[in-house]
């Protein structure tokens, strides 16, 4: 993967936006390890860093393309999967190509068939692409928001970037907070409302979505949505079309110049995608698949089972390890680790973000990106299919909020009533969501309980499935690791979404319909295994060390969270003996020791980032 920057519109003036521009791309240097590049024309600056993971000789970024009289330059982030595909297509048209770069088939796309070209591409993407003869500037994002791309409006110019310390190292775009932004972090996060770039007037090109900056004008379309309808196929059918579509993305996502592993944590997804992948590699000869893992040490000594996570992950790695041949890769993390990265996992967001569930995410890309540059993960297929407990429990399903964030009124009561009043946290949950709801495709003639899941289906897609996304991108590409996601499959994901209940949910179990699918790859216990999340730390130890670091800010009247939360409520979180929260506040494993982190997190981020609040 890469990171891109820059701006279109103003004048540029030399050196002083040379300048601008370097500091910008130079903050995404960690997305891109590899090279750096720069393009300047009167009106556009563009940026890149790149990650070599397809054609490290001939993928050089920005790349350049001329017909006639007028010049294409592209920055790009991201993989095509169908690649060859579009090459083939191009070549009859009369393209050539000096690489096998899909950057190059890319520029191409556009140059044949403008920005109806997205609609072409299997892949993860973010780019930018410069018109020189039209002045025109056009952005694009995947289609399920795998990579990200925000922008910001600054008098005559269109400032964006991968991430939001791209934008903010350009001098024109503030570290500002107004009410919505401080809803943002204090009501949704981590998660956040789609398209929202949560500081001022700063916002994120949302999935499936291109923009068009031209003669000072802002154009934005969506250039794909899910579309309800009717499925017309038997149960027979069905399964065999999930089986071949999830096996071709993780066959053409194996695809690349550099080692690729997939992660493996003994469930469902991550074990079939493993097992699919380790079959490639032996039909094409190609050595032992490596697979990894992240635990913490003495977990095993502290775990209890609970409804959210009902096992160890151990086990089930060794069995599906031994069962697919795979070289694996055991990742232990130490407590004060984990404490110490709740800071650089923040950097990596640029917001407060999932706690040490990011931070242990962090410290494992980490320690991949040692030995392997690209890794396949099993990431929204509980999305996708339905494996979420609050897919199944009527209460969930029937809530009538976020059903992945309900302890708002705990959340509330820990913040001062100046801030209450000024952003109306239970007001504004409410508005985002029936905002989402309102976007939902209907399917007319549907039953009120079916047309209820395709809701949940939706507000899980566009909403937690975008936050763990965020998560993956942002610790991954910390570490130079690019994360490719099967399951995001965009032809995956369109059929499932019309599939039924009945069949998702087949023998009443979470994501029986994938259960089905995978019948002879994979052993019947693994096949059989309840759902478990991601692992998070269950030592005494983190929560002893997440209390200190709040307890420090607490006590430090320069702290600028203390301007913004009950200071007496706060206190009574940090000094009480056990942990009251038994129901996740976010997530499935976000409890106690998370929340109090997040609020260290949220201090971190106001006196790093300098933030101003409006």
Known sequence: MCGIAGWAGSPIQLPRDRAILETMTAALAKRGPDAEGYWYAQ????????????????????????????????????????????????????????????????????????PACVEKFNGIFAFAIWQEAEQCLFLARDRLGVKPLFYARRGDSLIFGSELKALLAHPLVKPELAADGLAEIFALGPARTPGHGVFKNVCELRPGHYLIYQDNQIRIGRYWSLVSQPHPDDLFTTVSKVRWLLEDAITRQLVADVPVCTLLSGGLDSSALSAFAAAAYKKQGSGPLHTYSVDYVDNRRYFKANLFQPDDDAPWIKRMSDYIGSQHHYVLLQTPQLVESLKPAMLARDLPGMADVDASLYLFCRAIKKEATVALSGECADEIFGGYPWFHREADLLANT??????????????????????????????????????????????????????????????????????????????GLEVRVPFCDHRLVEYVWNIPWSIK???????????????????????????????????????????????????????????????DAVRSLVQEENDNFSRPWFGQLMTGPQLIAYLYQINTWLATYRVQIC
């Open 43 to 114: 009106r556009v600056a563009l940026g890149h860093r790149r990650l070599a993971v397809v054609d490290p000789a001939g993928g050089a970024q920005p790349m350049v393309r001329t017909r006639g009289d007028n010049t294409f330059v592209i920055v790009y982030n991201g993989e095509l999967y169908n690649t060859p595909e579009l090459r083939r297509q191009l070549i009859y048209r009369g393209y050539t190509f000096s690489g096998h770069s899909d950057t190059e088939v890319l520029l191409a796309s556009y140059m044949e068939w403008g």
């Open 402 to 479: 976020f059903p992945w964030s309900q302890s708002v009124e705990r959340r509330i009561s820990l913040l001062s009533p100046e801030l209450v009043q000024y952003i109306k946290p239970a007001a504004y949950i409410n508005a985002r969501y029936r905002e989402t709801l309102a976007e939902v495709p209907k399917l007319p003639g549907e039953d009120k309980m079916e047309a209820r899941r395709r809701e949940m289906f939706y507000l899980n897609m566009v909403w937690f499935m975008q936050t763990l996304l965020d998560r993956k991108d942002r610790m991954s590409m910390a570490s």
């Open 505 to 567: 949910n087949f023998h009443g179990r979470e994501k029986g319909l994938l259960r089905l699918a995978l019948a002879d790859l994979l052993p019947e216990d693994v096949l059989e295994r309840r759902k478990s999340p991601y692992p998070k730390t269950h030592h005494p130890a983190y929560l002893a060390s997440v209390r200190s670091l709040l307890q420090d800010i607490l006590n430090q009247p320069s702290s600028p969270l203390l301007q913004l939360i009950n200071v």
